[in-house]
């Protein structure tokens, strides 16, 4: 028997073209998104507008289902993180951040990582394959359901949790597509955010079909700092990097800008110099700057800056004419950086065999014990 299919995972133009194929009007996929999205039922037999036997043909054929909440856990400063299961038990990690009238939403888009950055927690754990787009369109469902306790809803989202998302591009394109849906989340194109490690060519592919807001994850003003935090710069150098987002941000049109990530480590990348040259190589790019104090694990290897190199850091940005922003540590009692409650988490699951066996087999590198 076919495996019934997540409409979760369905754009408009993909649920379009299901109606479409059982013989239907495309307008029902716009019906059947209002129902789910906007009333909140996935029983097909509540949506009354949709003729019967389509109603019993969904039944037979598709479900919607959302990722498992293993654990929840709230921090004093209100930020929540959920370690969720997925698909054929793997967990992942989102997380909610509460800020004057904002609800940001981290989500996943890949179970680990493959990029193996040197100062990230996610790669460490290795790579156990990519989130659905219903894995990803359920994070949202998900953190909306307990927001709707106190009639709030997310409302900026950024795929900053674990994994890469242009690596996982279709199913983040069709994500990212129910976010910005009037039918369904209805958020602007300016709250739905992608970070990349730096993908050339799949931010080029990017700029072709979509408009979501980009964050790049720098951390180095030049190749050869760049190529041991972030190896992936070895394969795509910083020039066509830079040529990359020139190209994404003049195609967003000029109210726009691109976002550029720093997070910055001790004595590694946060002196003066790494500063000035950061300036220089970002003077032709429309874009602000986010710096991140580098966030420490155990046998990380690295370690949070001085303050004062923080904010010299920052106050070189803004003196030569960006906006810099320190990005505040939050969550920290519940250990809500990137990976690190999986990381925990992980280390139990290993014990299960079943789990150690798919991880020696389907991680492309030698999977880090802490
Ligand atoms: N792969 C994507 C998205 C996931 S990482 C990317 O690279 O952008 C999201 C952001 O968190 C990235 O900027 C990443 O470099 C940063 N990050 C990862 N580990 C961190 C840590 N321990 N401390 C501070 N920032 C970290």
């Not at 299919?5 to 133009?13: H, K, S």
């Not at 946060?270 to 874009?287: N, T």
Request: with cysteine; aromatic share 6%; charged share 25%.
């Amino acid at each position: 028997m076919a495996s019934l299919q997540n409409l979760y995972g369905f754009d408009r133009a993909q649920l379009e073209q299901l109606f479409v194929e059982q013989g239907l009007q495309a307008f029902r996929g716009r019906q059947l998104m209002k129902w789910v999205y906007h009333q909140g039922k996935t029983n097909f037999a509540d949506m009354t507008d949709l003729p019967l036997a389509m109603r019993e043909w969904l039944g037979a054929n598709c479900h919607f289902s959302l990722p498992e909440i293993e654990r929840q856990l709230t921090s004093k400063d209100g930020t929540v993180k959920w370690l969720l299961r997925v698909g054929n038990g793997d967990l992942i990690e989102m997380v909610l951040i509460p800020e004057k009238g904002r609800n940001t939403l981290c989500v996943s888009s890949q179970i680990g990582c493959v990029l193996d950055c040197s100062f990230c927690s996610t790669g460490k754990q290795g790579f156990n394959g990519n989130l659905t787009s219903a894995d990803i369109v359920g994070q949202v469902v998900l953190a909306n359901q307990m927001l709707a306790t106190r009639e709030e809803s997310v409302t900026n989202v950024v795929l900053m949790g674990m994994g890469e998302p242009l690596l996982n591009f279709d199913a983040v394109i069709a994500a990212t597509n129910v976010m910005k849906d009037d039918h369904a989340f209805g958020l602007s194109k300016r709250r739905v955010t992608i970070s990349t490690a730096g993908v050339v060519p799949a931010i080029d592919k990017l700029r072709e079909i979509t408009d979501v807001a980009l964050a790049i994850s720098l951390h180095a003003p030049n190749d050869e700092l760049r190529n041991e935090l972030v190896p992936i710069n070895r394969k795509y150098p910083i020039e066509d990097l830079m040529r990359a987002c020139k190209a994404y941000v003049d195609a967003l049109g000029p109210a726009r800008k691109l976002v550029i990530e720093y997070t910055l480590m001790r004595g590694v990348n946060d002196q003066p110099e790494h500063a000035k040259a950061l300036a220089v190589l970002l003077r032709p790019l429309r874009c602000k700057v986010n710096l991140i104090p580098f966030n420490p694990f155990p046998g990380s290897g690295y370690e949070r800056p001085h303050r004062k190199d923080i904010e010299h850091f920052q106050t070189v940005m803004i003196r030569s004419g960006f906006t810099a922003m320190l990005r505040t540590t939050r969550g920290e009692d519940i250990d809500a950086a990137c990976g690190q409650l999986v990381g925990q988490v992980q280390d139990r699951t290993r014990r299960q065999s079943r789990y150690k066996a798919r991880l020696e087999v389907a991680t492309p590198q030698p999977v880090v014990v802490q």
